[in-house]
C-alpha cells in the first residue's frame, strides 16, 4: 500500500468531527498521487457524498472541461476539498470543521508535493491566503510559507459553482485558467535558476577547497 493510500484509509477512518456522523461517505480526494497541480475547493456536495468522489456533480463537469482547456485530464491533477465530509445541507463549513481536517489536508500536500495548489473559491482561498477578497486575489499566483508545509505557490479561481450560478463569471474563471501552465513555467524556471546558482556556489566552494591544498 503507498504511502498516499494509507493516508486515504486514514482519512476515511476519521471521527474528529460530527460531520461524519451526517454524511454518507468520506471524500478524501482523488488523482495522480505525484500531481504538479493539487485543486482543493471547499466540501463534498451531496452527489460528491452519494460517490465518494470529489467534483462530480455540475461544477465538476465544468472543472473538467477547464482541466481539458489546459491540455490535461482529471487523472494528471490531484483534486481535494477543505473538508472531507459533505456539511448538512451544503451549507459552509464551519471554522472548526475546517480545522478538524486541516491536518489531513496538510498530510496530502506534504504526501503529493505538487508544484502549484490551486484554489477553487474563497473558503479555499482563505484557509491559505487569509484576509484576501477573492474578488481581488483571483488569477494571482503567490508563494506564501505555511506552517507544516514550508513554502508553497497558490493560484486563487473562483469556484465553478459560482461561475455556473453567476454566467458574468464564466469567462472570468476560463481565462484564469489559462494561464496555469505559465505560471508552471515560471515556477520550473525560477528552480532551475535556484539549481544552478547552488551548482555555483558548490563549485566555488570546492574551488576554494582545492585551493587550500596548496
Known amino acids: 500500500m503507498s504511502r498516499y493510500k494509507k493516508l486515504e484509509e486514514e482519512m476515511k477512518a476519521c471521527r474528529k468531527c460530527h460531520l461524519r456522523d451526517t454524511c454518507l461517505n468520506v471524500v478524501p480526494g482523488e488523482g495522480n498521487e505525484k500531481a504538479e497541480i493539487m485543486f482543493i475547493g471547499e466540501g463534498p456536495g451531496e452527489k460528491e457524498d452519494k460517490l465518494g468522489r470529489p467534483f462530480v456533480g455540475a461544477a465538476g463537469k465544468f472543472l473538467d472541461e477547464m482541466i481539458g482547456l489546459i491540455e490535461m485530464k482529471r487523472e494528471d491533477v490531484f483534486i481535494a476539498n477543505i473538508v472531507k465530509c459533505r456539511p448538512p445541507g451544503n451549507r459552509d463549513p464551519l471554522p472548526e470543521e ?108 570546492e574551488e576554494n577547497k582545492q585551493e587550500a591544498l596548496f
Open 98 to 205: 475546517a480545522e478538524a481536517c486541516w491536518p489531513w489536508l496538510l498530510e496530502q500536500i506534504k504526501t503529493i508535493k505538487p508544484k502549484l495548489i490551486v484554489t477553487l473559491g474563497r473558503h479555499a482561498m482563505e484557509r491559505f491566503l487569509p484576509n484576501q477578497k477573492i474578488s481581488q486575489m483571483h488569477g494571482m499566483a503567490l508563494r506564501r510559507e505555511i506552517t507544516g508545509i514550508g513554502k508553497q505557490v497558490f493560484y486563487a479561481l473562483y469556484h465553478p459553482a459560482a461561475a455556473l450560478y453567476q454566467g458574468s463569471l464564466r469567462e472570468t474563471l476560463k481565462t484564469d485558467f489559462k494561464k496555469i501552465p505559465k505560471v508552471l513555467k515560471a515556477i520550473e524556471k525560477e528552480k532551475n535558476i535556484k539549481k544552478e546558482v547552488q551548482m555555483d556556489a558548490d563549485r566555488f566552494s
